[in-house]
């Protein structure tokens, strides 16, 4: 038996679903960006960040409640029923008439977001039982991630050539509802018993107390908020920098945005290599003293050089993040 996962009919129809998601969505950042400037002009930074703390409640304080009864229904019909209800929101975007609309959307469409990756991500382990299998699955996954980094806003690019960033979340929208099919015509297992049992409370809250109850992980919590921090300035500053501070068409935005995609990609192929030279705690604190340094730099030079310093900090954010992840495993 191969030990490529995309052997496996079910999980090479769940990737392409993912890609297919991911690719639209990051059309989506980009478009964003572009509508919150054209209503909030100089201030879109500030509607940008409310926007992202709506999409941070709905992961933090809703994502658990929904792992904790997602059990409860069907696994696949909780996936379409998640894209669909995303492609509804995205497409409802080009017709927001007050920035209002903008928080309420975005906070519905990571609420379905939240809802719809831990529940994804569940599914796999039950497809590849091989382990060599699961563990290049989730290479394949991560590599997805990083790959709609670069190709996404490459595309929106090409796109904002020929019709506004409207298109974008009409593009958006269609990516969703080939997921939910091709989620219809993919063979899912039935999910392995829960272990856990209790009362309502006890289920939502399972995962939370877990997480703080290892040390380990507790610790990796302020790092992560770092991370969070610094990924959060790319993606609310990046259309203010372009926009006032460089005097640039919409196309160059997707431009940086590429430039951040391709950095993260950058290191994700050169980390094995690093890590054969350096420990992990080494690669971490460099990783952490460059960011650093990194995002003095974005905040003090508006010009050509934020876009080389975006591809240095997404290089040692997937440092940081490959090495906690592989220190916690």
């Known amino acids: 038996m191969t030990n490529n996962p995309l052997s496996n009919p079910s999980f090479s129809k769940l990737f392409a679903a993912q890609i297919i998601a991911l690719v639209g ?48 229904i069907s696994r696949k019909v909780f996936l379409i029923s998640m894209d ?12 927001v008439s007050e920035i209002w609309h903008i928080y309420v959307l975005i906070f519905l469409l990571n609420l379905f977001s939240a809802g719809f990756k831990p529940v994804f991500q569940a599914v796999i382990p039950d497809i590849l039982n091989n382990d060599e299998q699961y563990g290049k699955a989730l290479a394949y996954s ?11 806003p490459t595309l ?23 997921s939910a099919l091709i989620i219809i015509i993919t063979l899912l297992p039935k ?36 991370i969070a921090v610094g990924s959060s300035m790319v993606i609310v500053n990046t259309v203010i920098y372009v926009k006032d ?42 990783g952490i003293l460059t960011l650093a340094i990194s995002l003095f730099l974005m905040s003090y030079e508006a010009h050509i050089q934020f876009c080389i310093n975006q591809l240095v900090f997404n290089r040692c954010r997937v440092i940081i993040v490959t090495n906690t992840c592989r220190e916690n495993s």
């Open 25 to 72: 969505t990051g059309l989506s950042t980009v478009a964003l960006s572009l509508l919150a400037y054209d209503m909030a002009g100089g201030r879109a930074g500030t509607v940008l960040g409310i926007a992202l703390a709506f999409k941070m409640v709905a992961y933090v304080f809703f994502a658990p409640i929904i792992g904790g009864i997602v059990h409860r």
């Open 191 to 226: 999910p392995k018993p829960v272990e856990r049992s209790g009362n309502f409370i006890d289920e939502i809250t399972y995962g939370v107390i877990s997480y703080f109850k290892t040390p380990r992980l507790r610790s990796l919590l302020v790092l992560y908020i770092g």
């Open 156 to 178: 929106a690019g090409i796109g904002l050539l020929f019709f506004t960033y409207s298109g974008l979340f009409v593009f958006n929208s269609v990516a969703f509802v080939i």
């Open 84 to 95: 669909v209800l995303r492609a509804i929101i995205v497409l409802l975007m080009p017709f």
């Open 245 to 286: 501070y460089l005097m640039l068409p919409d196309t160059t935005l997707a431009l940086f945005f590429a430039c951040s995609g391709l950095g993260s990609m950058l290191m994700a192929f050169a980390y094995p290599v690093i890590a054969k030279k350096f420990d992990d705690k080494t690669v971490i604190q460099i």
């Open 142 to 152: 991560r590599v997805a991630y990083d790959l709609e980094n670069i190709l996404s």
